[in-house]
C-alpha cells in the first residue's frame, strides 16, 4: 500500500483498519502528551487554589468527581453514536469504537460514585443516598456491566456488536434522565452549576482547575480510546491470522 | 395474530407451561418476606405494596428468557419471521400473551396476597390498579433482552442484569403511584401517568428493539 492511499479526506475513510491503525499511531502521543500537561496543569491548580469556606479542603473532591460524572456521560454518547453507526451505516470500526468504550466507562462510572460517596459523607453525612442523580448515575453503572457481561458472553464479534448497538441504544433513555434529574426532582444533589444560563455560578478560583482538570480527563478517555480501539482491531487481526494458520495446516496436513 | 396469541396463552397454561409457577414463585416471594422483616402489622402494611411490586418484577423475569428460546429451539421463530406481518408486530403479541400469563395474572391475585400482608382495601385496589399498567412494561423491556440473549445458552441470568437497569424506573413510579393512593396529601395523577407514558415508549421501543434483535441473528 502506498504511503498516498493512507491519507484520510473523509470520515469515511476511516473505515479502513489500516488508515485508521496508521492516523491513531501518529496522534496518539500527541494525545498522551497532552494528557499529561493538562494533568499537571489541572492537579497544581486543584491542590493550590483556595478551599471553600464552607466546605474546607473537601472541595477538592469535586475536581475529580465532575470531570469522571461528564466523563461517564460523553462515553455513553461516543457509544450511542458508535451504535447508530454499527446500525445504520454498518461502519466496521463503530463495533470496535463501543467495544473499546464501554470499560472506560465503567470505569468513570465507578470513579465518580466513589469519589461522590466520599464526598457525600462529610457533607451530606452519609455515603449514599437515593437521589434522584444518584439513582440514574448507579442505573448508568448497571448498564455499562450488563453490556460488558453481554460482550464477554457472546463469542462472535459482529454478532455481539449488533446486539449490543441495540441494547446501547435502548439504555440511552437514561442519559437525558440522568441530565435533567436534579431539576426534574429536586433533592439533595445540586443543580447544574458550571453550564448554565445567565453563566457560571462558580467562582473564577475553582472553574479554572475544573476546567482544566474536565480538559485532562477528556484527553485521557481519548487515549485510552484509541489505544482500546487499536488493541481491539490488532486482537482480531491476530485471531484471524491464527484461524488462517489453523486451517493452512489443516489442509497441509490433511490429504498428505 | 388472533391465532398466535391464543397458541402462546395455551402454551403457557398447560401442564408444564409458566403461567402458573410465576403464580407460585410469586407467592413465595411475598410469603418470605414476613420470615425475613419480622412479622410486625403495621410495618408489613406500610412495605407491603412495595413487596407486591417487586414480587411481581420478579416474578415477570422468571419467565422471560423462554420468550424466543422455545420457539428457536424447535423452528418456530424461523417460520414466524418469514411471515408478511412485520415482526414487531408478532413480538407484540406474543409480549401480550407473555403479559396476560404472568402480569395480569399477578394483578388478578394481589387482593390474596395482600390480606397475607395486611393491606387494607384501598392499598388492594392501588397496587392492583399500578400493576395492571405497570406490569405490560416490564414484559415489553424483557422483550428486548430475551431476544437479545436468546443465542446463549445461559441467557436467563444476563436477561435479568439487562432488564433490571431499565425497569428500575417503572417500579419507582408503580411504587410511588400506589403510596400517593393510599396516603392522602401525595399527588396520585402524576406517578400514575408516567407509569402510562413509560408503558406506551417501551410498547414502541421493545418490540422494535427485539425484532431488530431477532433479524441480526440470523445474517
Given at each position: 500500500?502506498?504511503?498516498?492511499?493512507?491519507?484520510?479526506?473523509?470520515?469515511?475513510?476511516?473505515?479502513?483498519?489500516?488508515?485508521?491503525?496508521?492516523?491513531?499511531?501518529?496522534?496518539?502521543?500527541?494525545?498522551?502528551?497532552?494528557?499529561?500537561?493538562?494533568?499537571?496543569?489541572?492537579?497544581?491548580?486543584?491542590?493550590?487554589?483556595?478551599?471553600?469556606?464552607?466546605?474546607?479542603?473537601?472541595?477538592?473532591?469535586?475536581?475529580?468527581h465532575v470531570p469522571s460524572a461528564w466523563l461517564a456521560m460523553m462515553t455513553y454518547m461516543v457509544m450511542t453514536l458508535s451504535a447508530l453507526g454499527t446500525l445504520?451505516?454498518?461502519?466496521?470500526?463503530a463495533d470496535v469504537s463501543a467495544r473499546a468504550a464501554m470499560p472506560i466507562g465503567a470505569a468513570f462510572t465507578a470513579l465518580a460514585l466513589?469519589?461522590g460517596?466520599?464526598?457525600?459523607?462529610?457533607?451530606?453525612?452519609?455515603?449514599?443516598?437515593?437521589?434522584?442523580r444518584l439513582t440514574s448515575f448507579f442505573i448508568l453503572f448497571l448498564m455499562y456491566l450488563g453490556l460488558i457481561a453481554l460482550n464477554?458472553?457472546?463469542?462472535?464479534?459482529?454478532?455481539?456488536a449488533?446486539l449490543s448497538a441495540i441494547l446501547i441504544l435502548l439504555g440511552f433513555i437514561n442519559i437525558p434522565i440522568i441530565k435533567f434529574s436534579v431539576?426534574?426532582?429536586?433533592?439533595?444533589?445540586?443543580?447544574a452549576?458550571?453550564?448554565?444560563?445567565?453563566?457560571?455560578?462558580?467562582?473564577?478560583?475553582?472553574?479554572?482547575?475544573?476546567?482544566?482538570?474536565a480538559?485532562?480527563f477528556t484527553?485521557l478517555f481519548l487515549?485510552l480510546h484509541?489505544?482500546a480501539m487499536?488493541?481491539?482491531?490488532?486482537?482480531?487481526?491476530?485471531?484471524?491470522?491464527?484461524?488462517?494458520?489453523?486451517?493452512?495446516?489443516?489442509?497441509?496436513?490433511?490429504?498428505? | 395474530?388472533?391465532?398466535?396469541?391464543?397458541?402462546?396463552?395455551?402454551?403457557?397454561?398447560?401442564?408444564?407451561?409458566?403461567?402458573?409457577?410465576?403464580?407460585?414463585?410469586?407467592?413465595?416471594?411475598?410469603?418470605?418476606?414476613?420470615?425475613?422483616?419480622?412479622?410486625?402489622?403495621?410495618?408489613?402494611?406500610?412495605?407491603?405494596?412495595?413487596?407486591?411490586?417487586?414480587?411481581?418484577?420478579?416474578?415477570?423475569?422468571?419467565?422471560?428468557?423462554?420468550?424466543?428460546?422455545?420457539?428457536?429451539?424447535?423452528?418456530?421463530?424461523?417460520?414466524?419471521?418469514?411471515?408478511?406481518?412485520?415482526?414487531?408486530?408478532?413480538?407484540?403479541?406474543?409480549?401480550?400473551?407473555?403479559?396476560?400469563?404472568?402480569?395480569?395474572?399477578?394483578?388478578?391475585?394481589?387482593?390474596?396476597?395482600?390480606?397475607?400482608?395486611?393491606?387494607?382495601?384501598?392499598?388492594?385496589?392501588?397496587?392492583?390498579?399500578?400493576?395492571?399498567?405497570?406490569?405490560?412494561?416490564?414484559?415489553?423491556?424483557?422483550?428486548g433482552?430475551?431476544?437479545?440473549?436468546?443465542?446463549?445458552?445461559?441467557?436467563?441470568?444476563?436477561?435479568?442484569v439487562l432488564?433490571l437497569p431499565l425497569?428500575i424506573p417503572?417500579?419507582?413510579?408503580?411504587?410511588?403511584?400506589?403510596?400517593?393512593?393510599?396516603?392522602?396529601?401525595?399527588?396520585?395523577?402524576?406517578?400514575?401517568?408516567?407509569?402510562?407514558?413509560?408503558?406506551?415508549?417501551?410498547?414502541?421501543l421493545?418490540?422494535?428493539a427485539?425484532?431488530?434483535?431477532?433479524?441480526?441473528?440470523?445474517?
Amino acid at each position: 500500500m502506498s504511503d498516498t492511499s493512507l491519507t484520510i479526506r473523509r470520515f469515511a475513510d476511516l473505515a479502513n483498519p489500516t488508515r485508521f491503525l496508521a492516523l491513531s499511531a501518529r496522534l496518539l502521543p500527541w494525545i498522551c502528551w497532552l494528557t499529561a500537561a493538562l494533568f499537571g496543569l489541572g492537579l497544581f491548580y486543584a491542590l493550590t487554589s483556595a478551599g471553600d469556606y464552607q466546605q474546607g479542603e473537601t472541595v477538592r473532591i469535586m475536581y475529580v468527581h465532575v470531570p469522571s460524572a461528564w466523563l461517564a456521560m460523553m462515553t455513553y454518547m461516543v457509544m450511542t453514536l458508535s451504535a447508530l453507526g454499527t446500525l445504520v451505516w454498518r461502519h466496521p470500526l463503530a463495533d470496535v469504537s463501543a467495544r473499546a468504550a464501554m470499560p472506560i466507562g465503567a470505569a468513570f462510572t465507578a470513579l465518580a460514585l466513589v469519589t461522590g460517596s466520599l464526598w457525600g459523607k462529610p457533607m451530606w453525612g452519609a455515603w449514599w443516598v437515593w437521589d434522584a442523580r444518584l439513582t440514574s448515575f448507579f442505573i448508568l453503572f448497571l448498564m455499562y456491566l450488563g453490556l460488558i457481561a453481554l460482550n464477554r458472553a457472546l463469542e462472535d464479534p459482529t454478532r455481539a456488536a449488533r446486539l449490543s448497538a441495540i441494547l446501547i441504544l435502548l439504555g440511552f433513555i437514561n442519559i437525558p434522565i440522568i441530565k435533567f434529574s436534579v431539576d426534574w426532582w429536586n433533592t439533595l444533589h445540586q443543580p447544574a452549576s458550571v453550564l448554565r444560563m445567565g453563566g457560571s455560578a462558580i467562582d473564577g478560583e475553582f472553574l479554572r482547575p475544573l476546567l482544566l482538570m474536565a480538559g485532562a480527563f477528556t484527553c485521557l478517555f481519548l487515549a485510552l480510546h484509541l489505544g482500546a480501539m487499536r488493541n481491539e482491531i490488532l486482537r482480531r487481526r491476530v485471531a484471524a491470522l491464527r484461524r488462517q494458520a489453523a486451517r493452512g495446516a489443516l489442509t497441509a496436513g490433511g490429504p498428505a | 395474530m388472533r391465532r398466535l396469541l391464543l397458541r402462546d396463552l395455551a402454551l403457557a397454561f398447560r401442564a408444564g407451561g409458566g403461567g402458573l409457577t410465576g403464580l407460585l414463585f410469586f407467592l413465595a416471594v411475598v410469603a418470605i418476606v414476613p420470615f425475613g422483616i419480622g412479622p410486625d402489622v403495621k410495618l408489613l402494611a406500610r412495605i407491603g405494596p412495595a413487596i407486591l411490586w417487586i414480587g411481581a418484577l420478579l416474578a415477570a423475569l422468571l419467565g422471560l428468557d423462554r420468550l424466543f428460546q422455545a420457539e428457536r429451539e424447535d423452528g418456530t421463530l424461523d417460520l414466524l419471521m418469514m411471515q408478511e406481518t412485520p415482526l414487531s408486530l408478532i413480538v407484540l403479541v406474543k409480549c401480550m400473551a407473555h403479559w396476560v400469563s404472568s402480569g395480569l395474572i399477578l394483578a388478578l391475585s394481589v387482593p390474596v396476597f395482600g390480606l397475607l400482608l395486611n393491606l387494607g382495601p384501598l392499598a388492594i385496589g392501588a397496587t392492583m390498579l399500578t400493576l395492571f399498567v405497570g406490569t405490560p412494561a416490564l414484559t415489553l423491556i424483557g422483550a428486548g433482552a430475551a431476544a437479545v440473549t436468546v443465542a446463549l445458552p445461559r441467557g436467563g441470568l444476563l436477561v435479568s442484569v439487562l432488564v433490571l437497569p431499565l425497569a428500575i424506573p417503572v417500579l419507582i413510579f408503580g411504587v410511588s403511584a400506589t403510596q400517593a393512593a393510599i396516603e392522602a396529601p401525595a399527588a396520585f395523577l402524576t406517578p400514575f401517568l408516567i407509569l402510562i407514558a413509560l408503558n406506551l415508549l417501551f410498547a414502541v421501543l421493545g418490540p422494535l428493539a427485539a425484532a431488530t434483535a431477532l433479524r441480526s441473528l440470523e445474517d
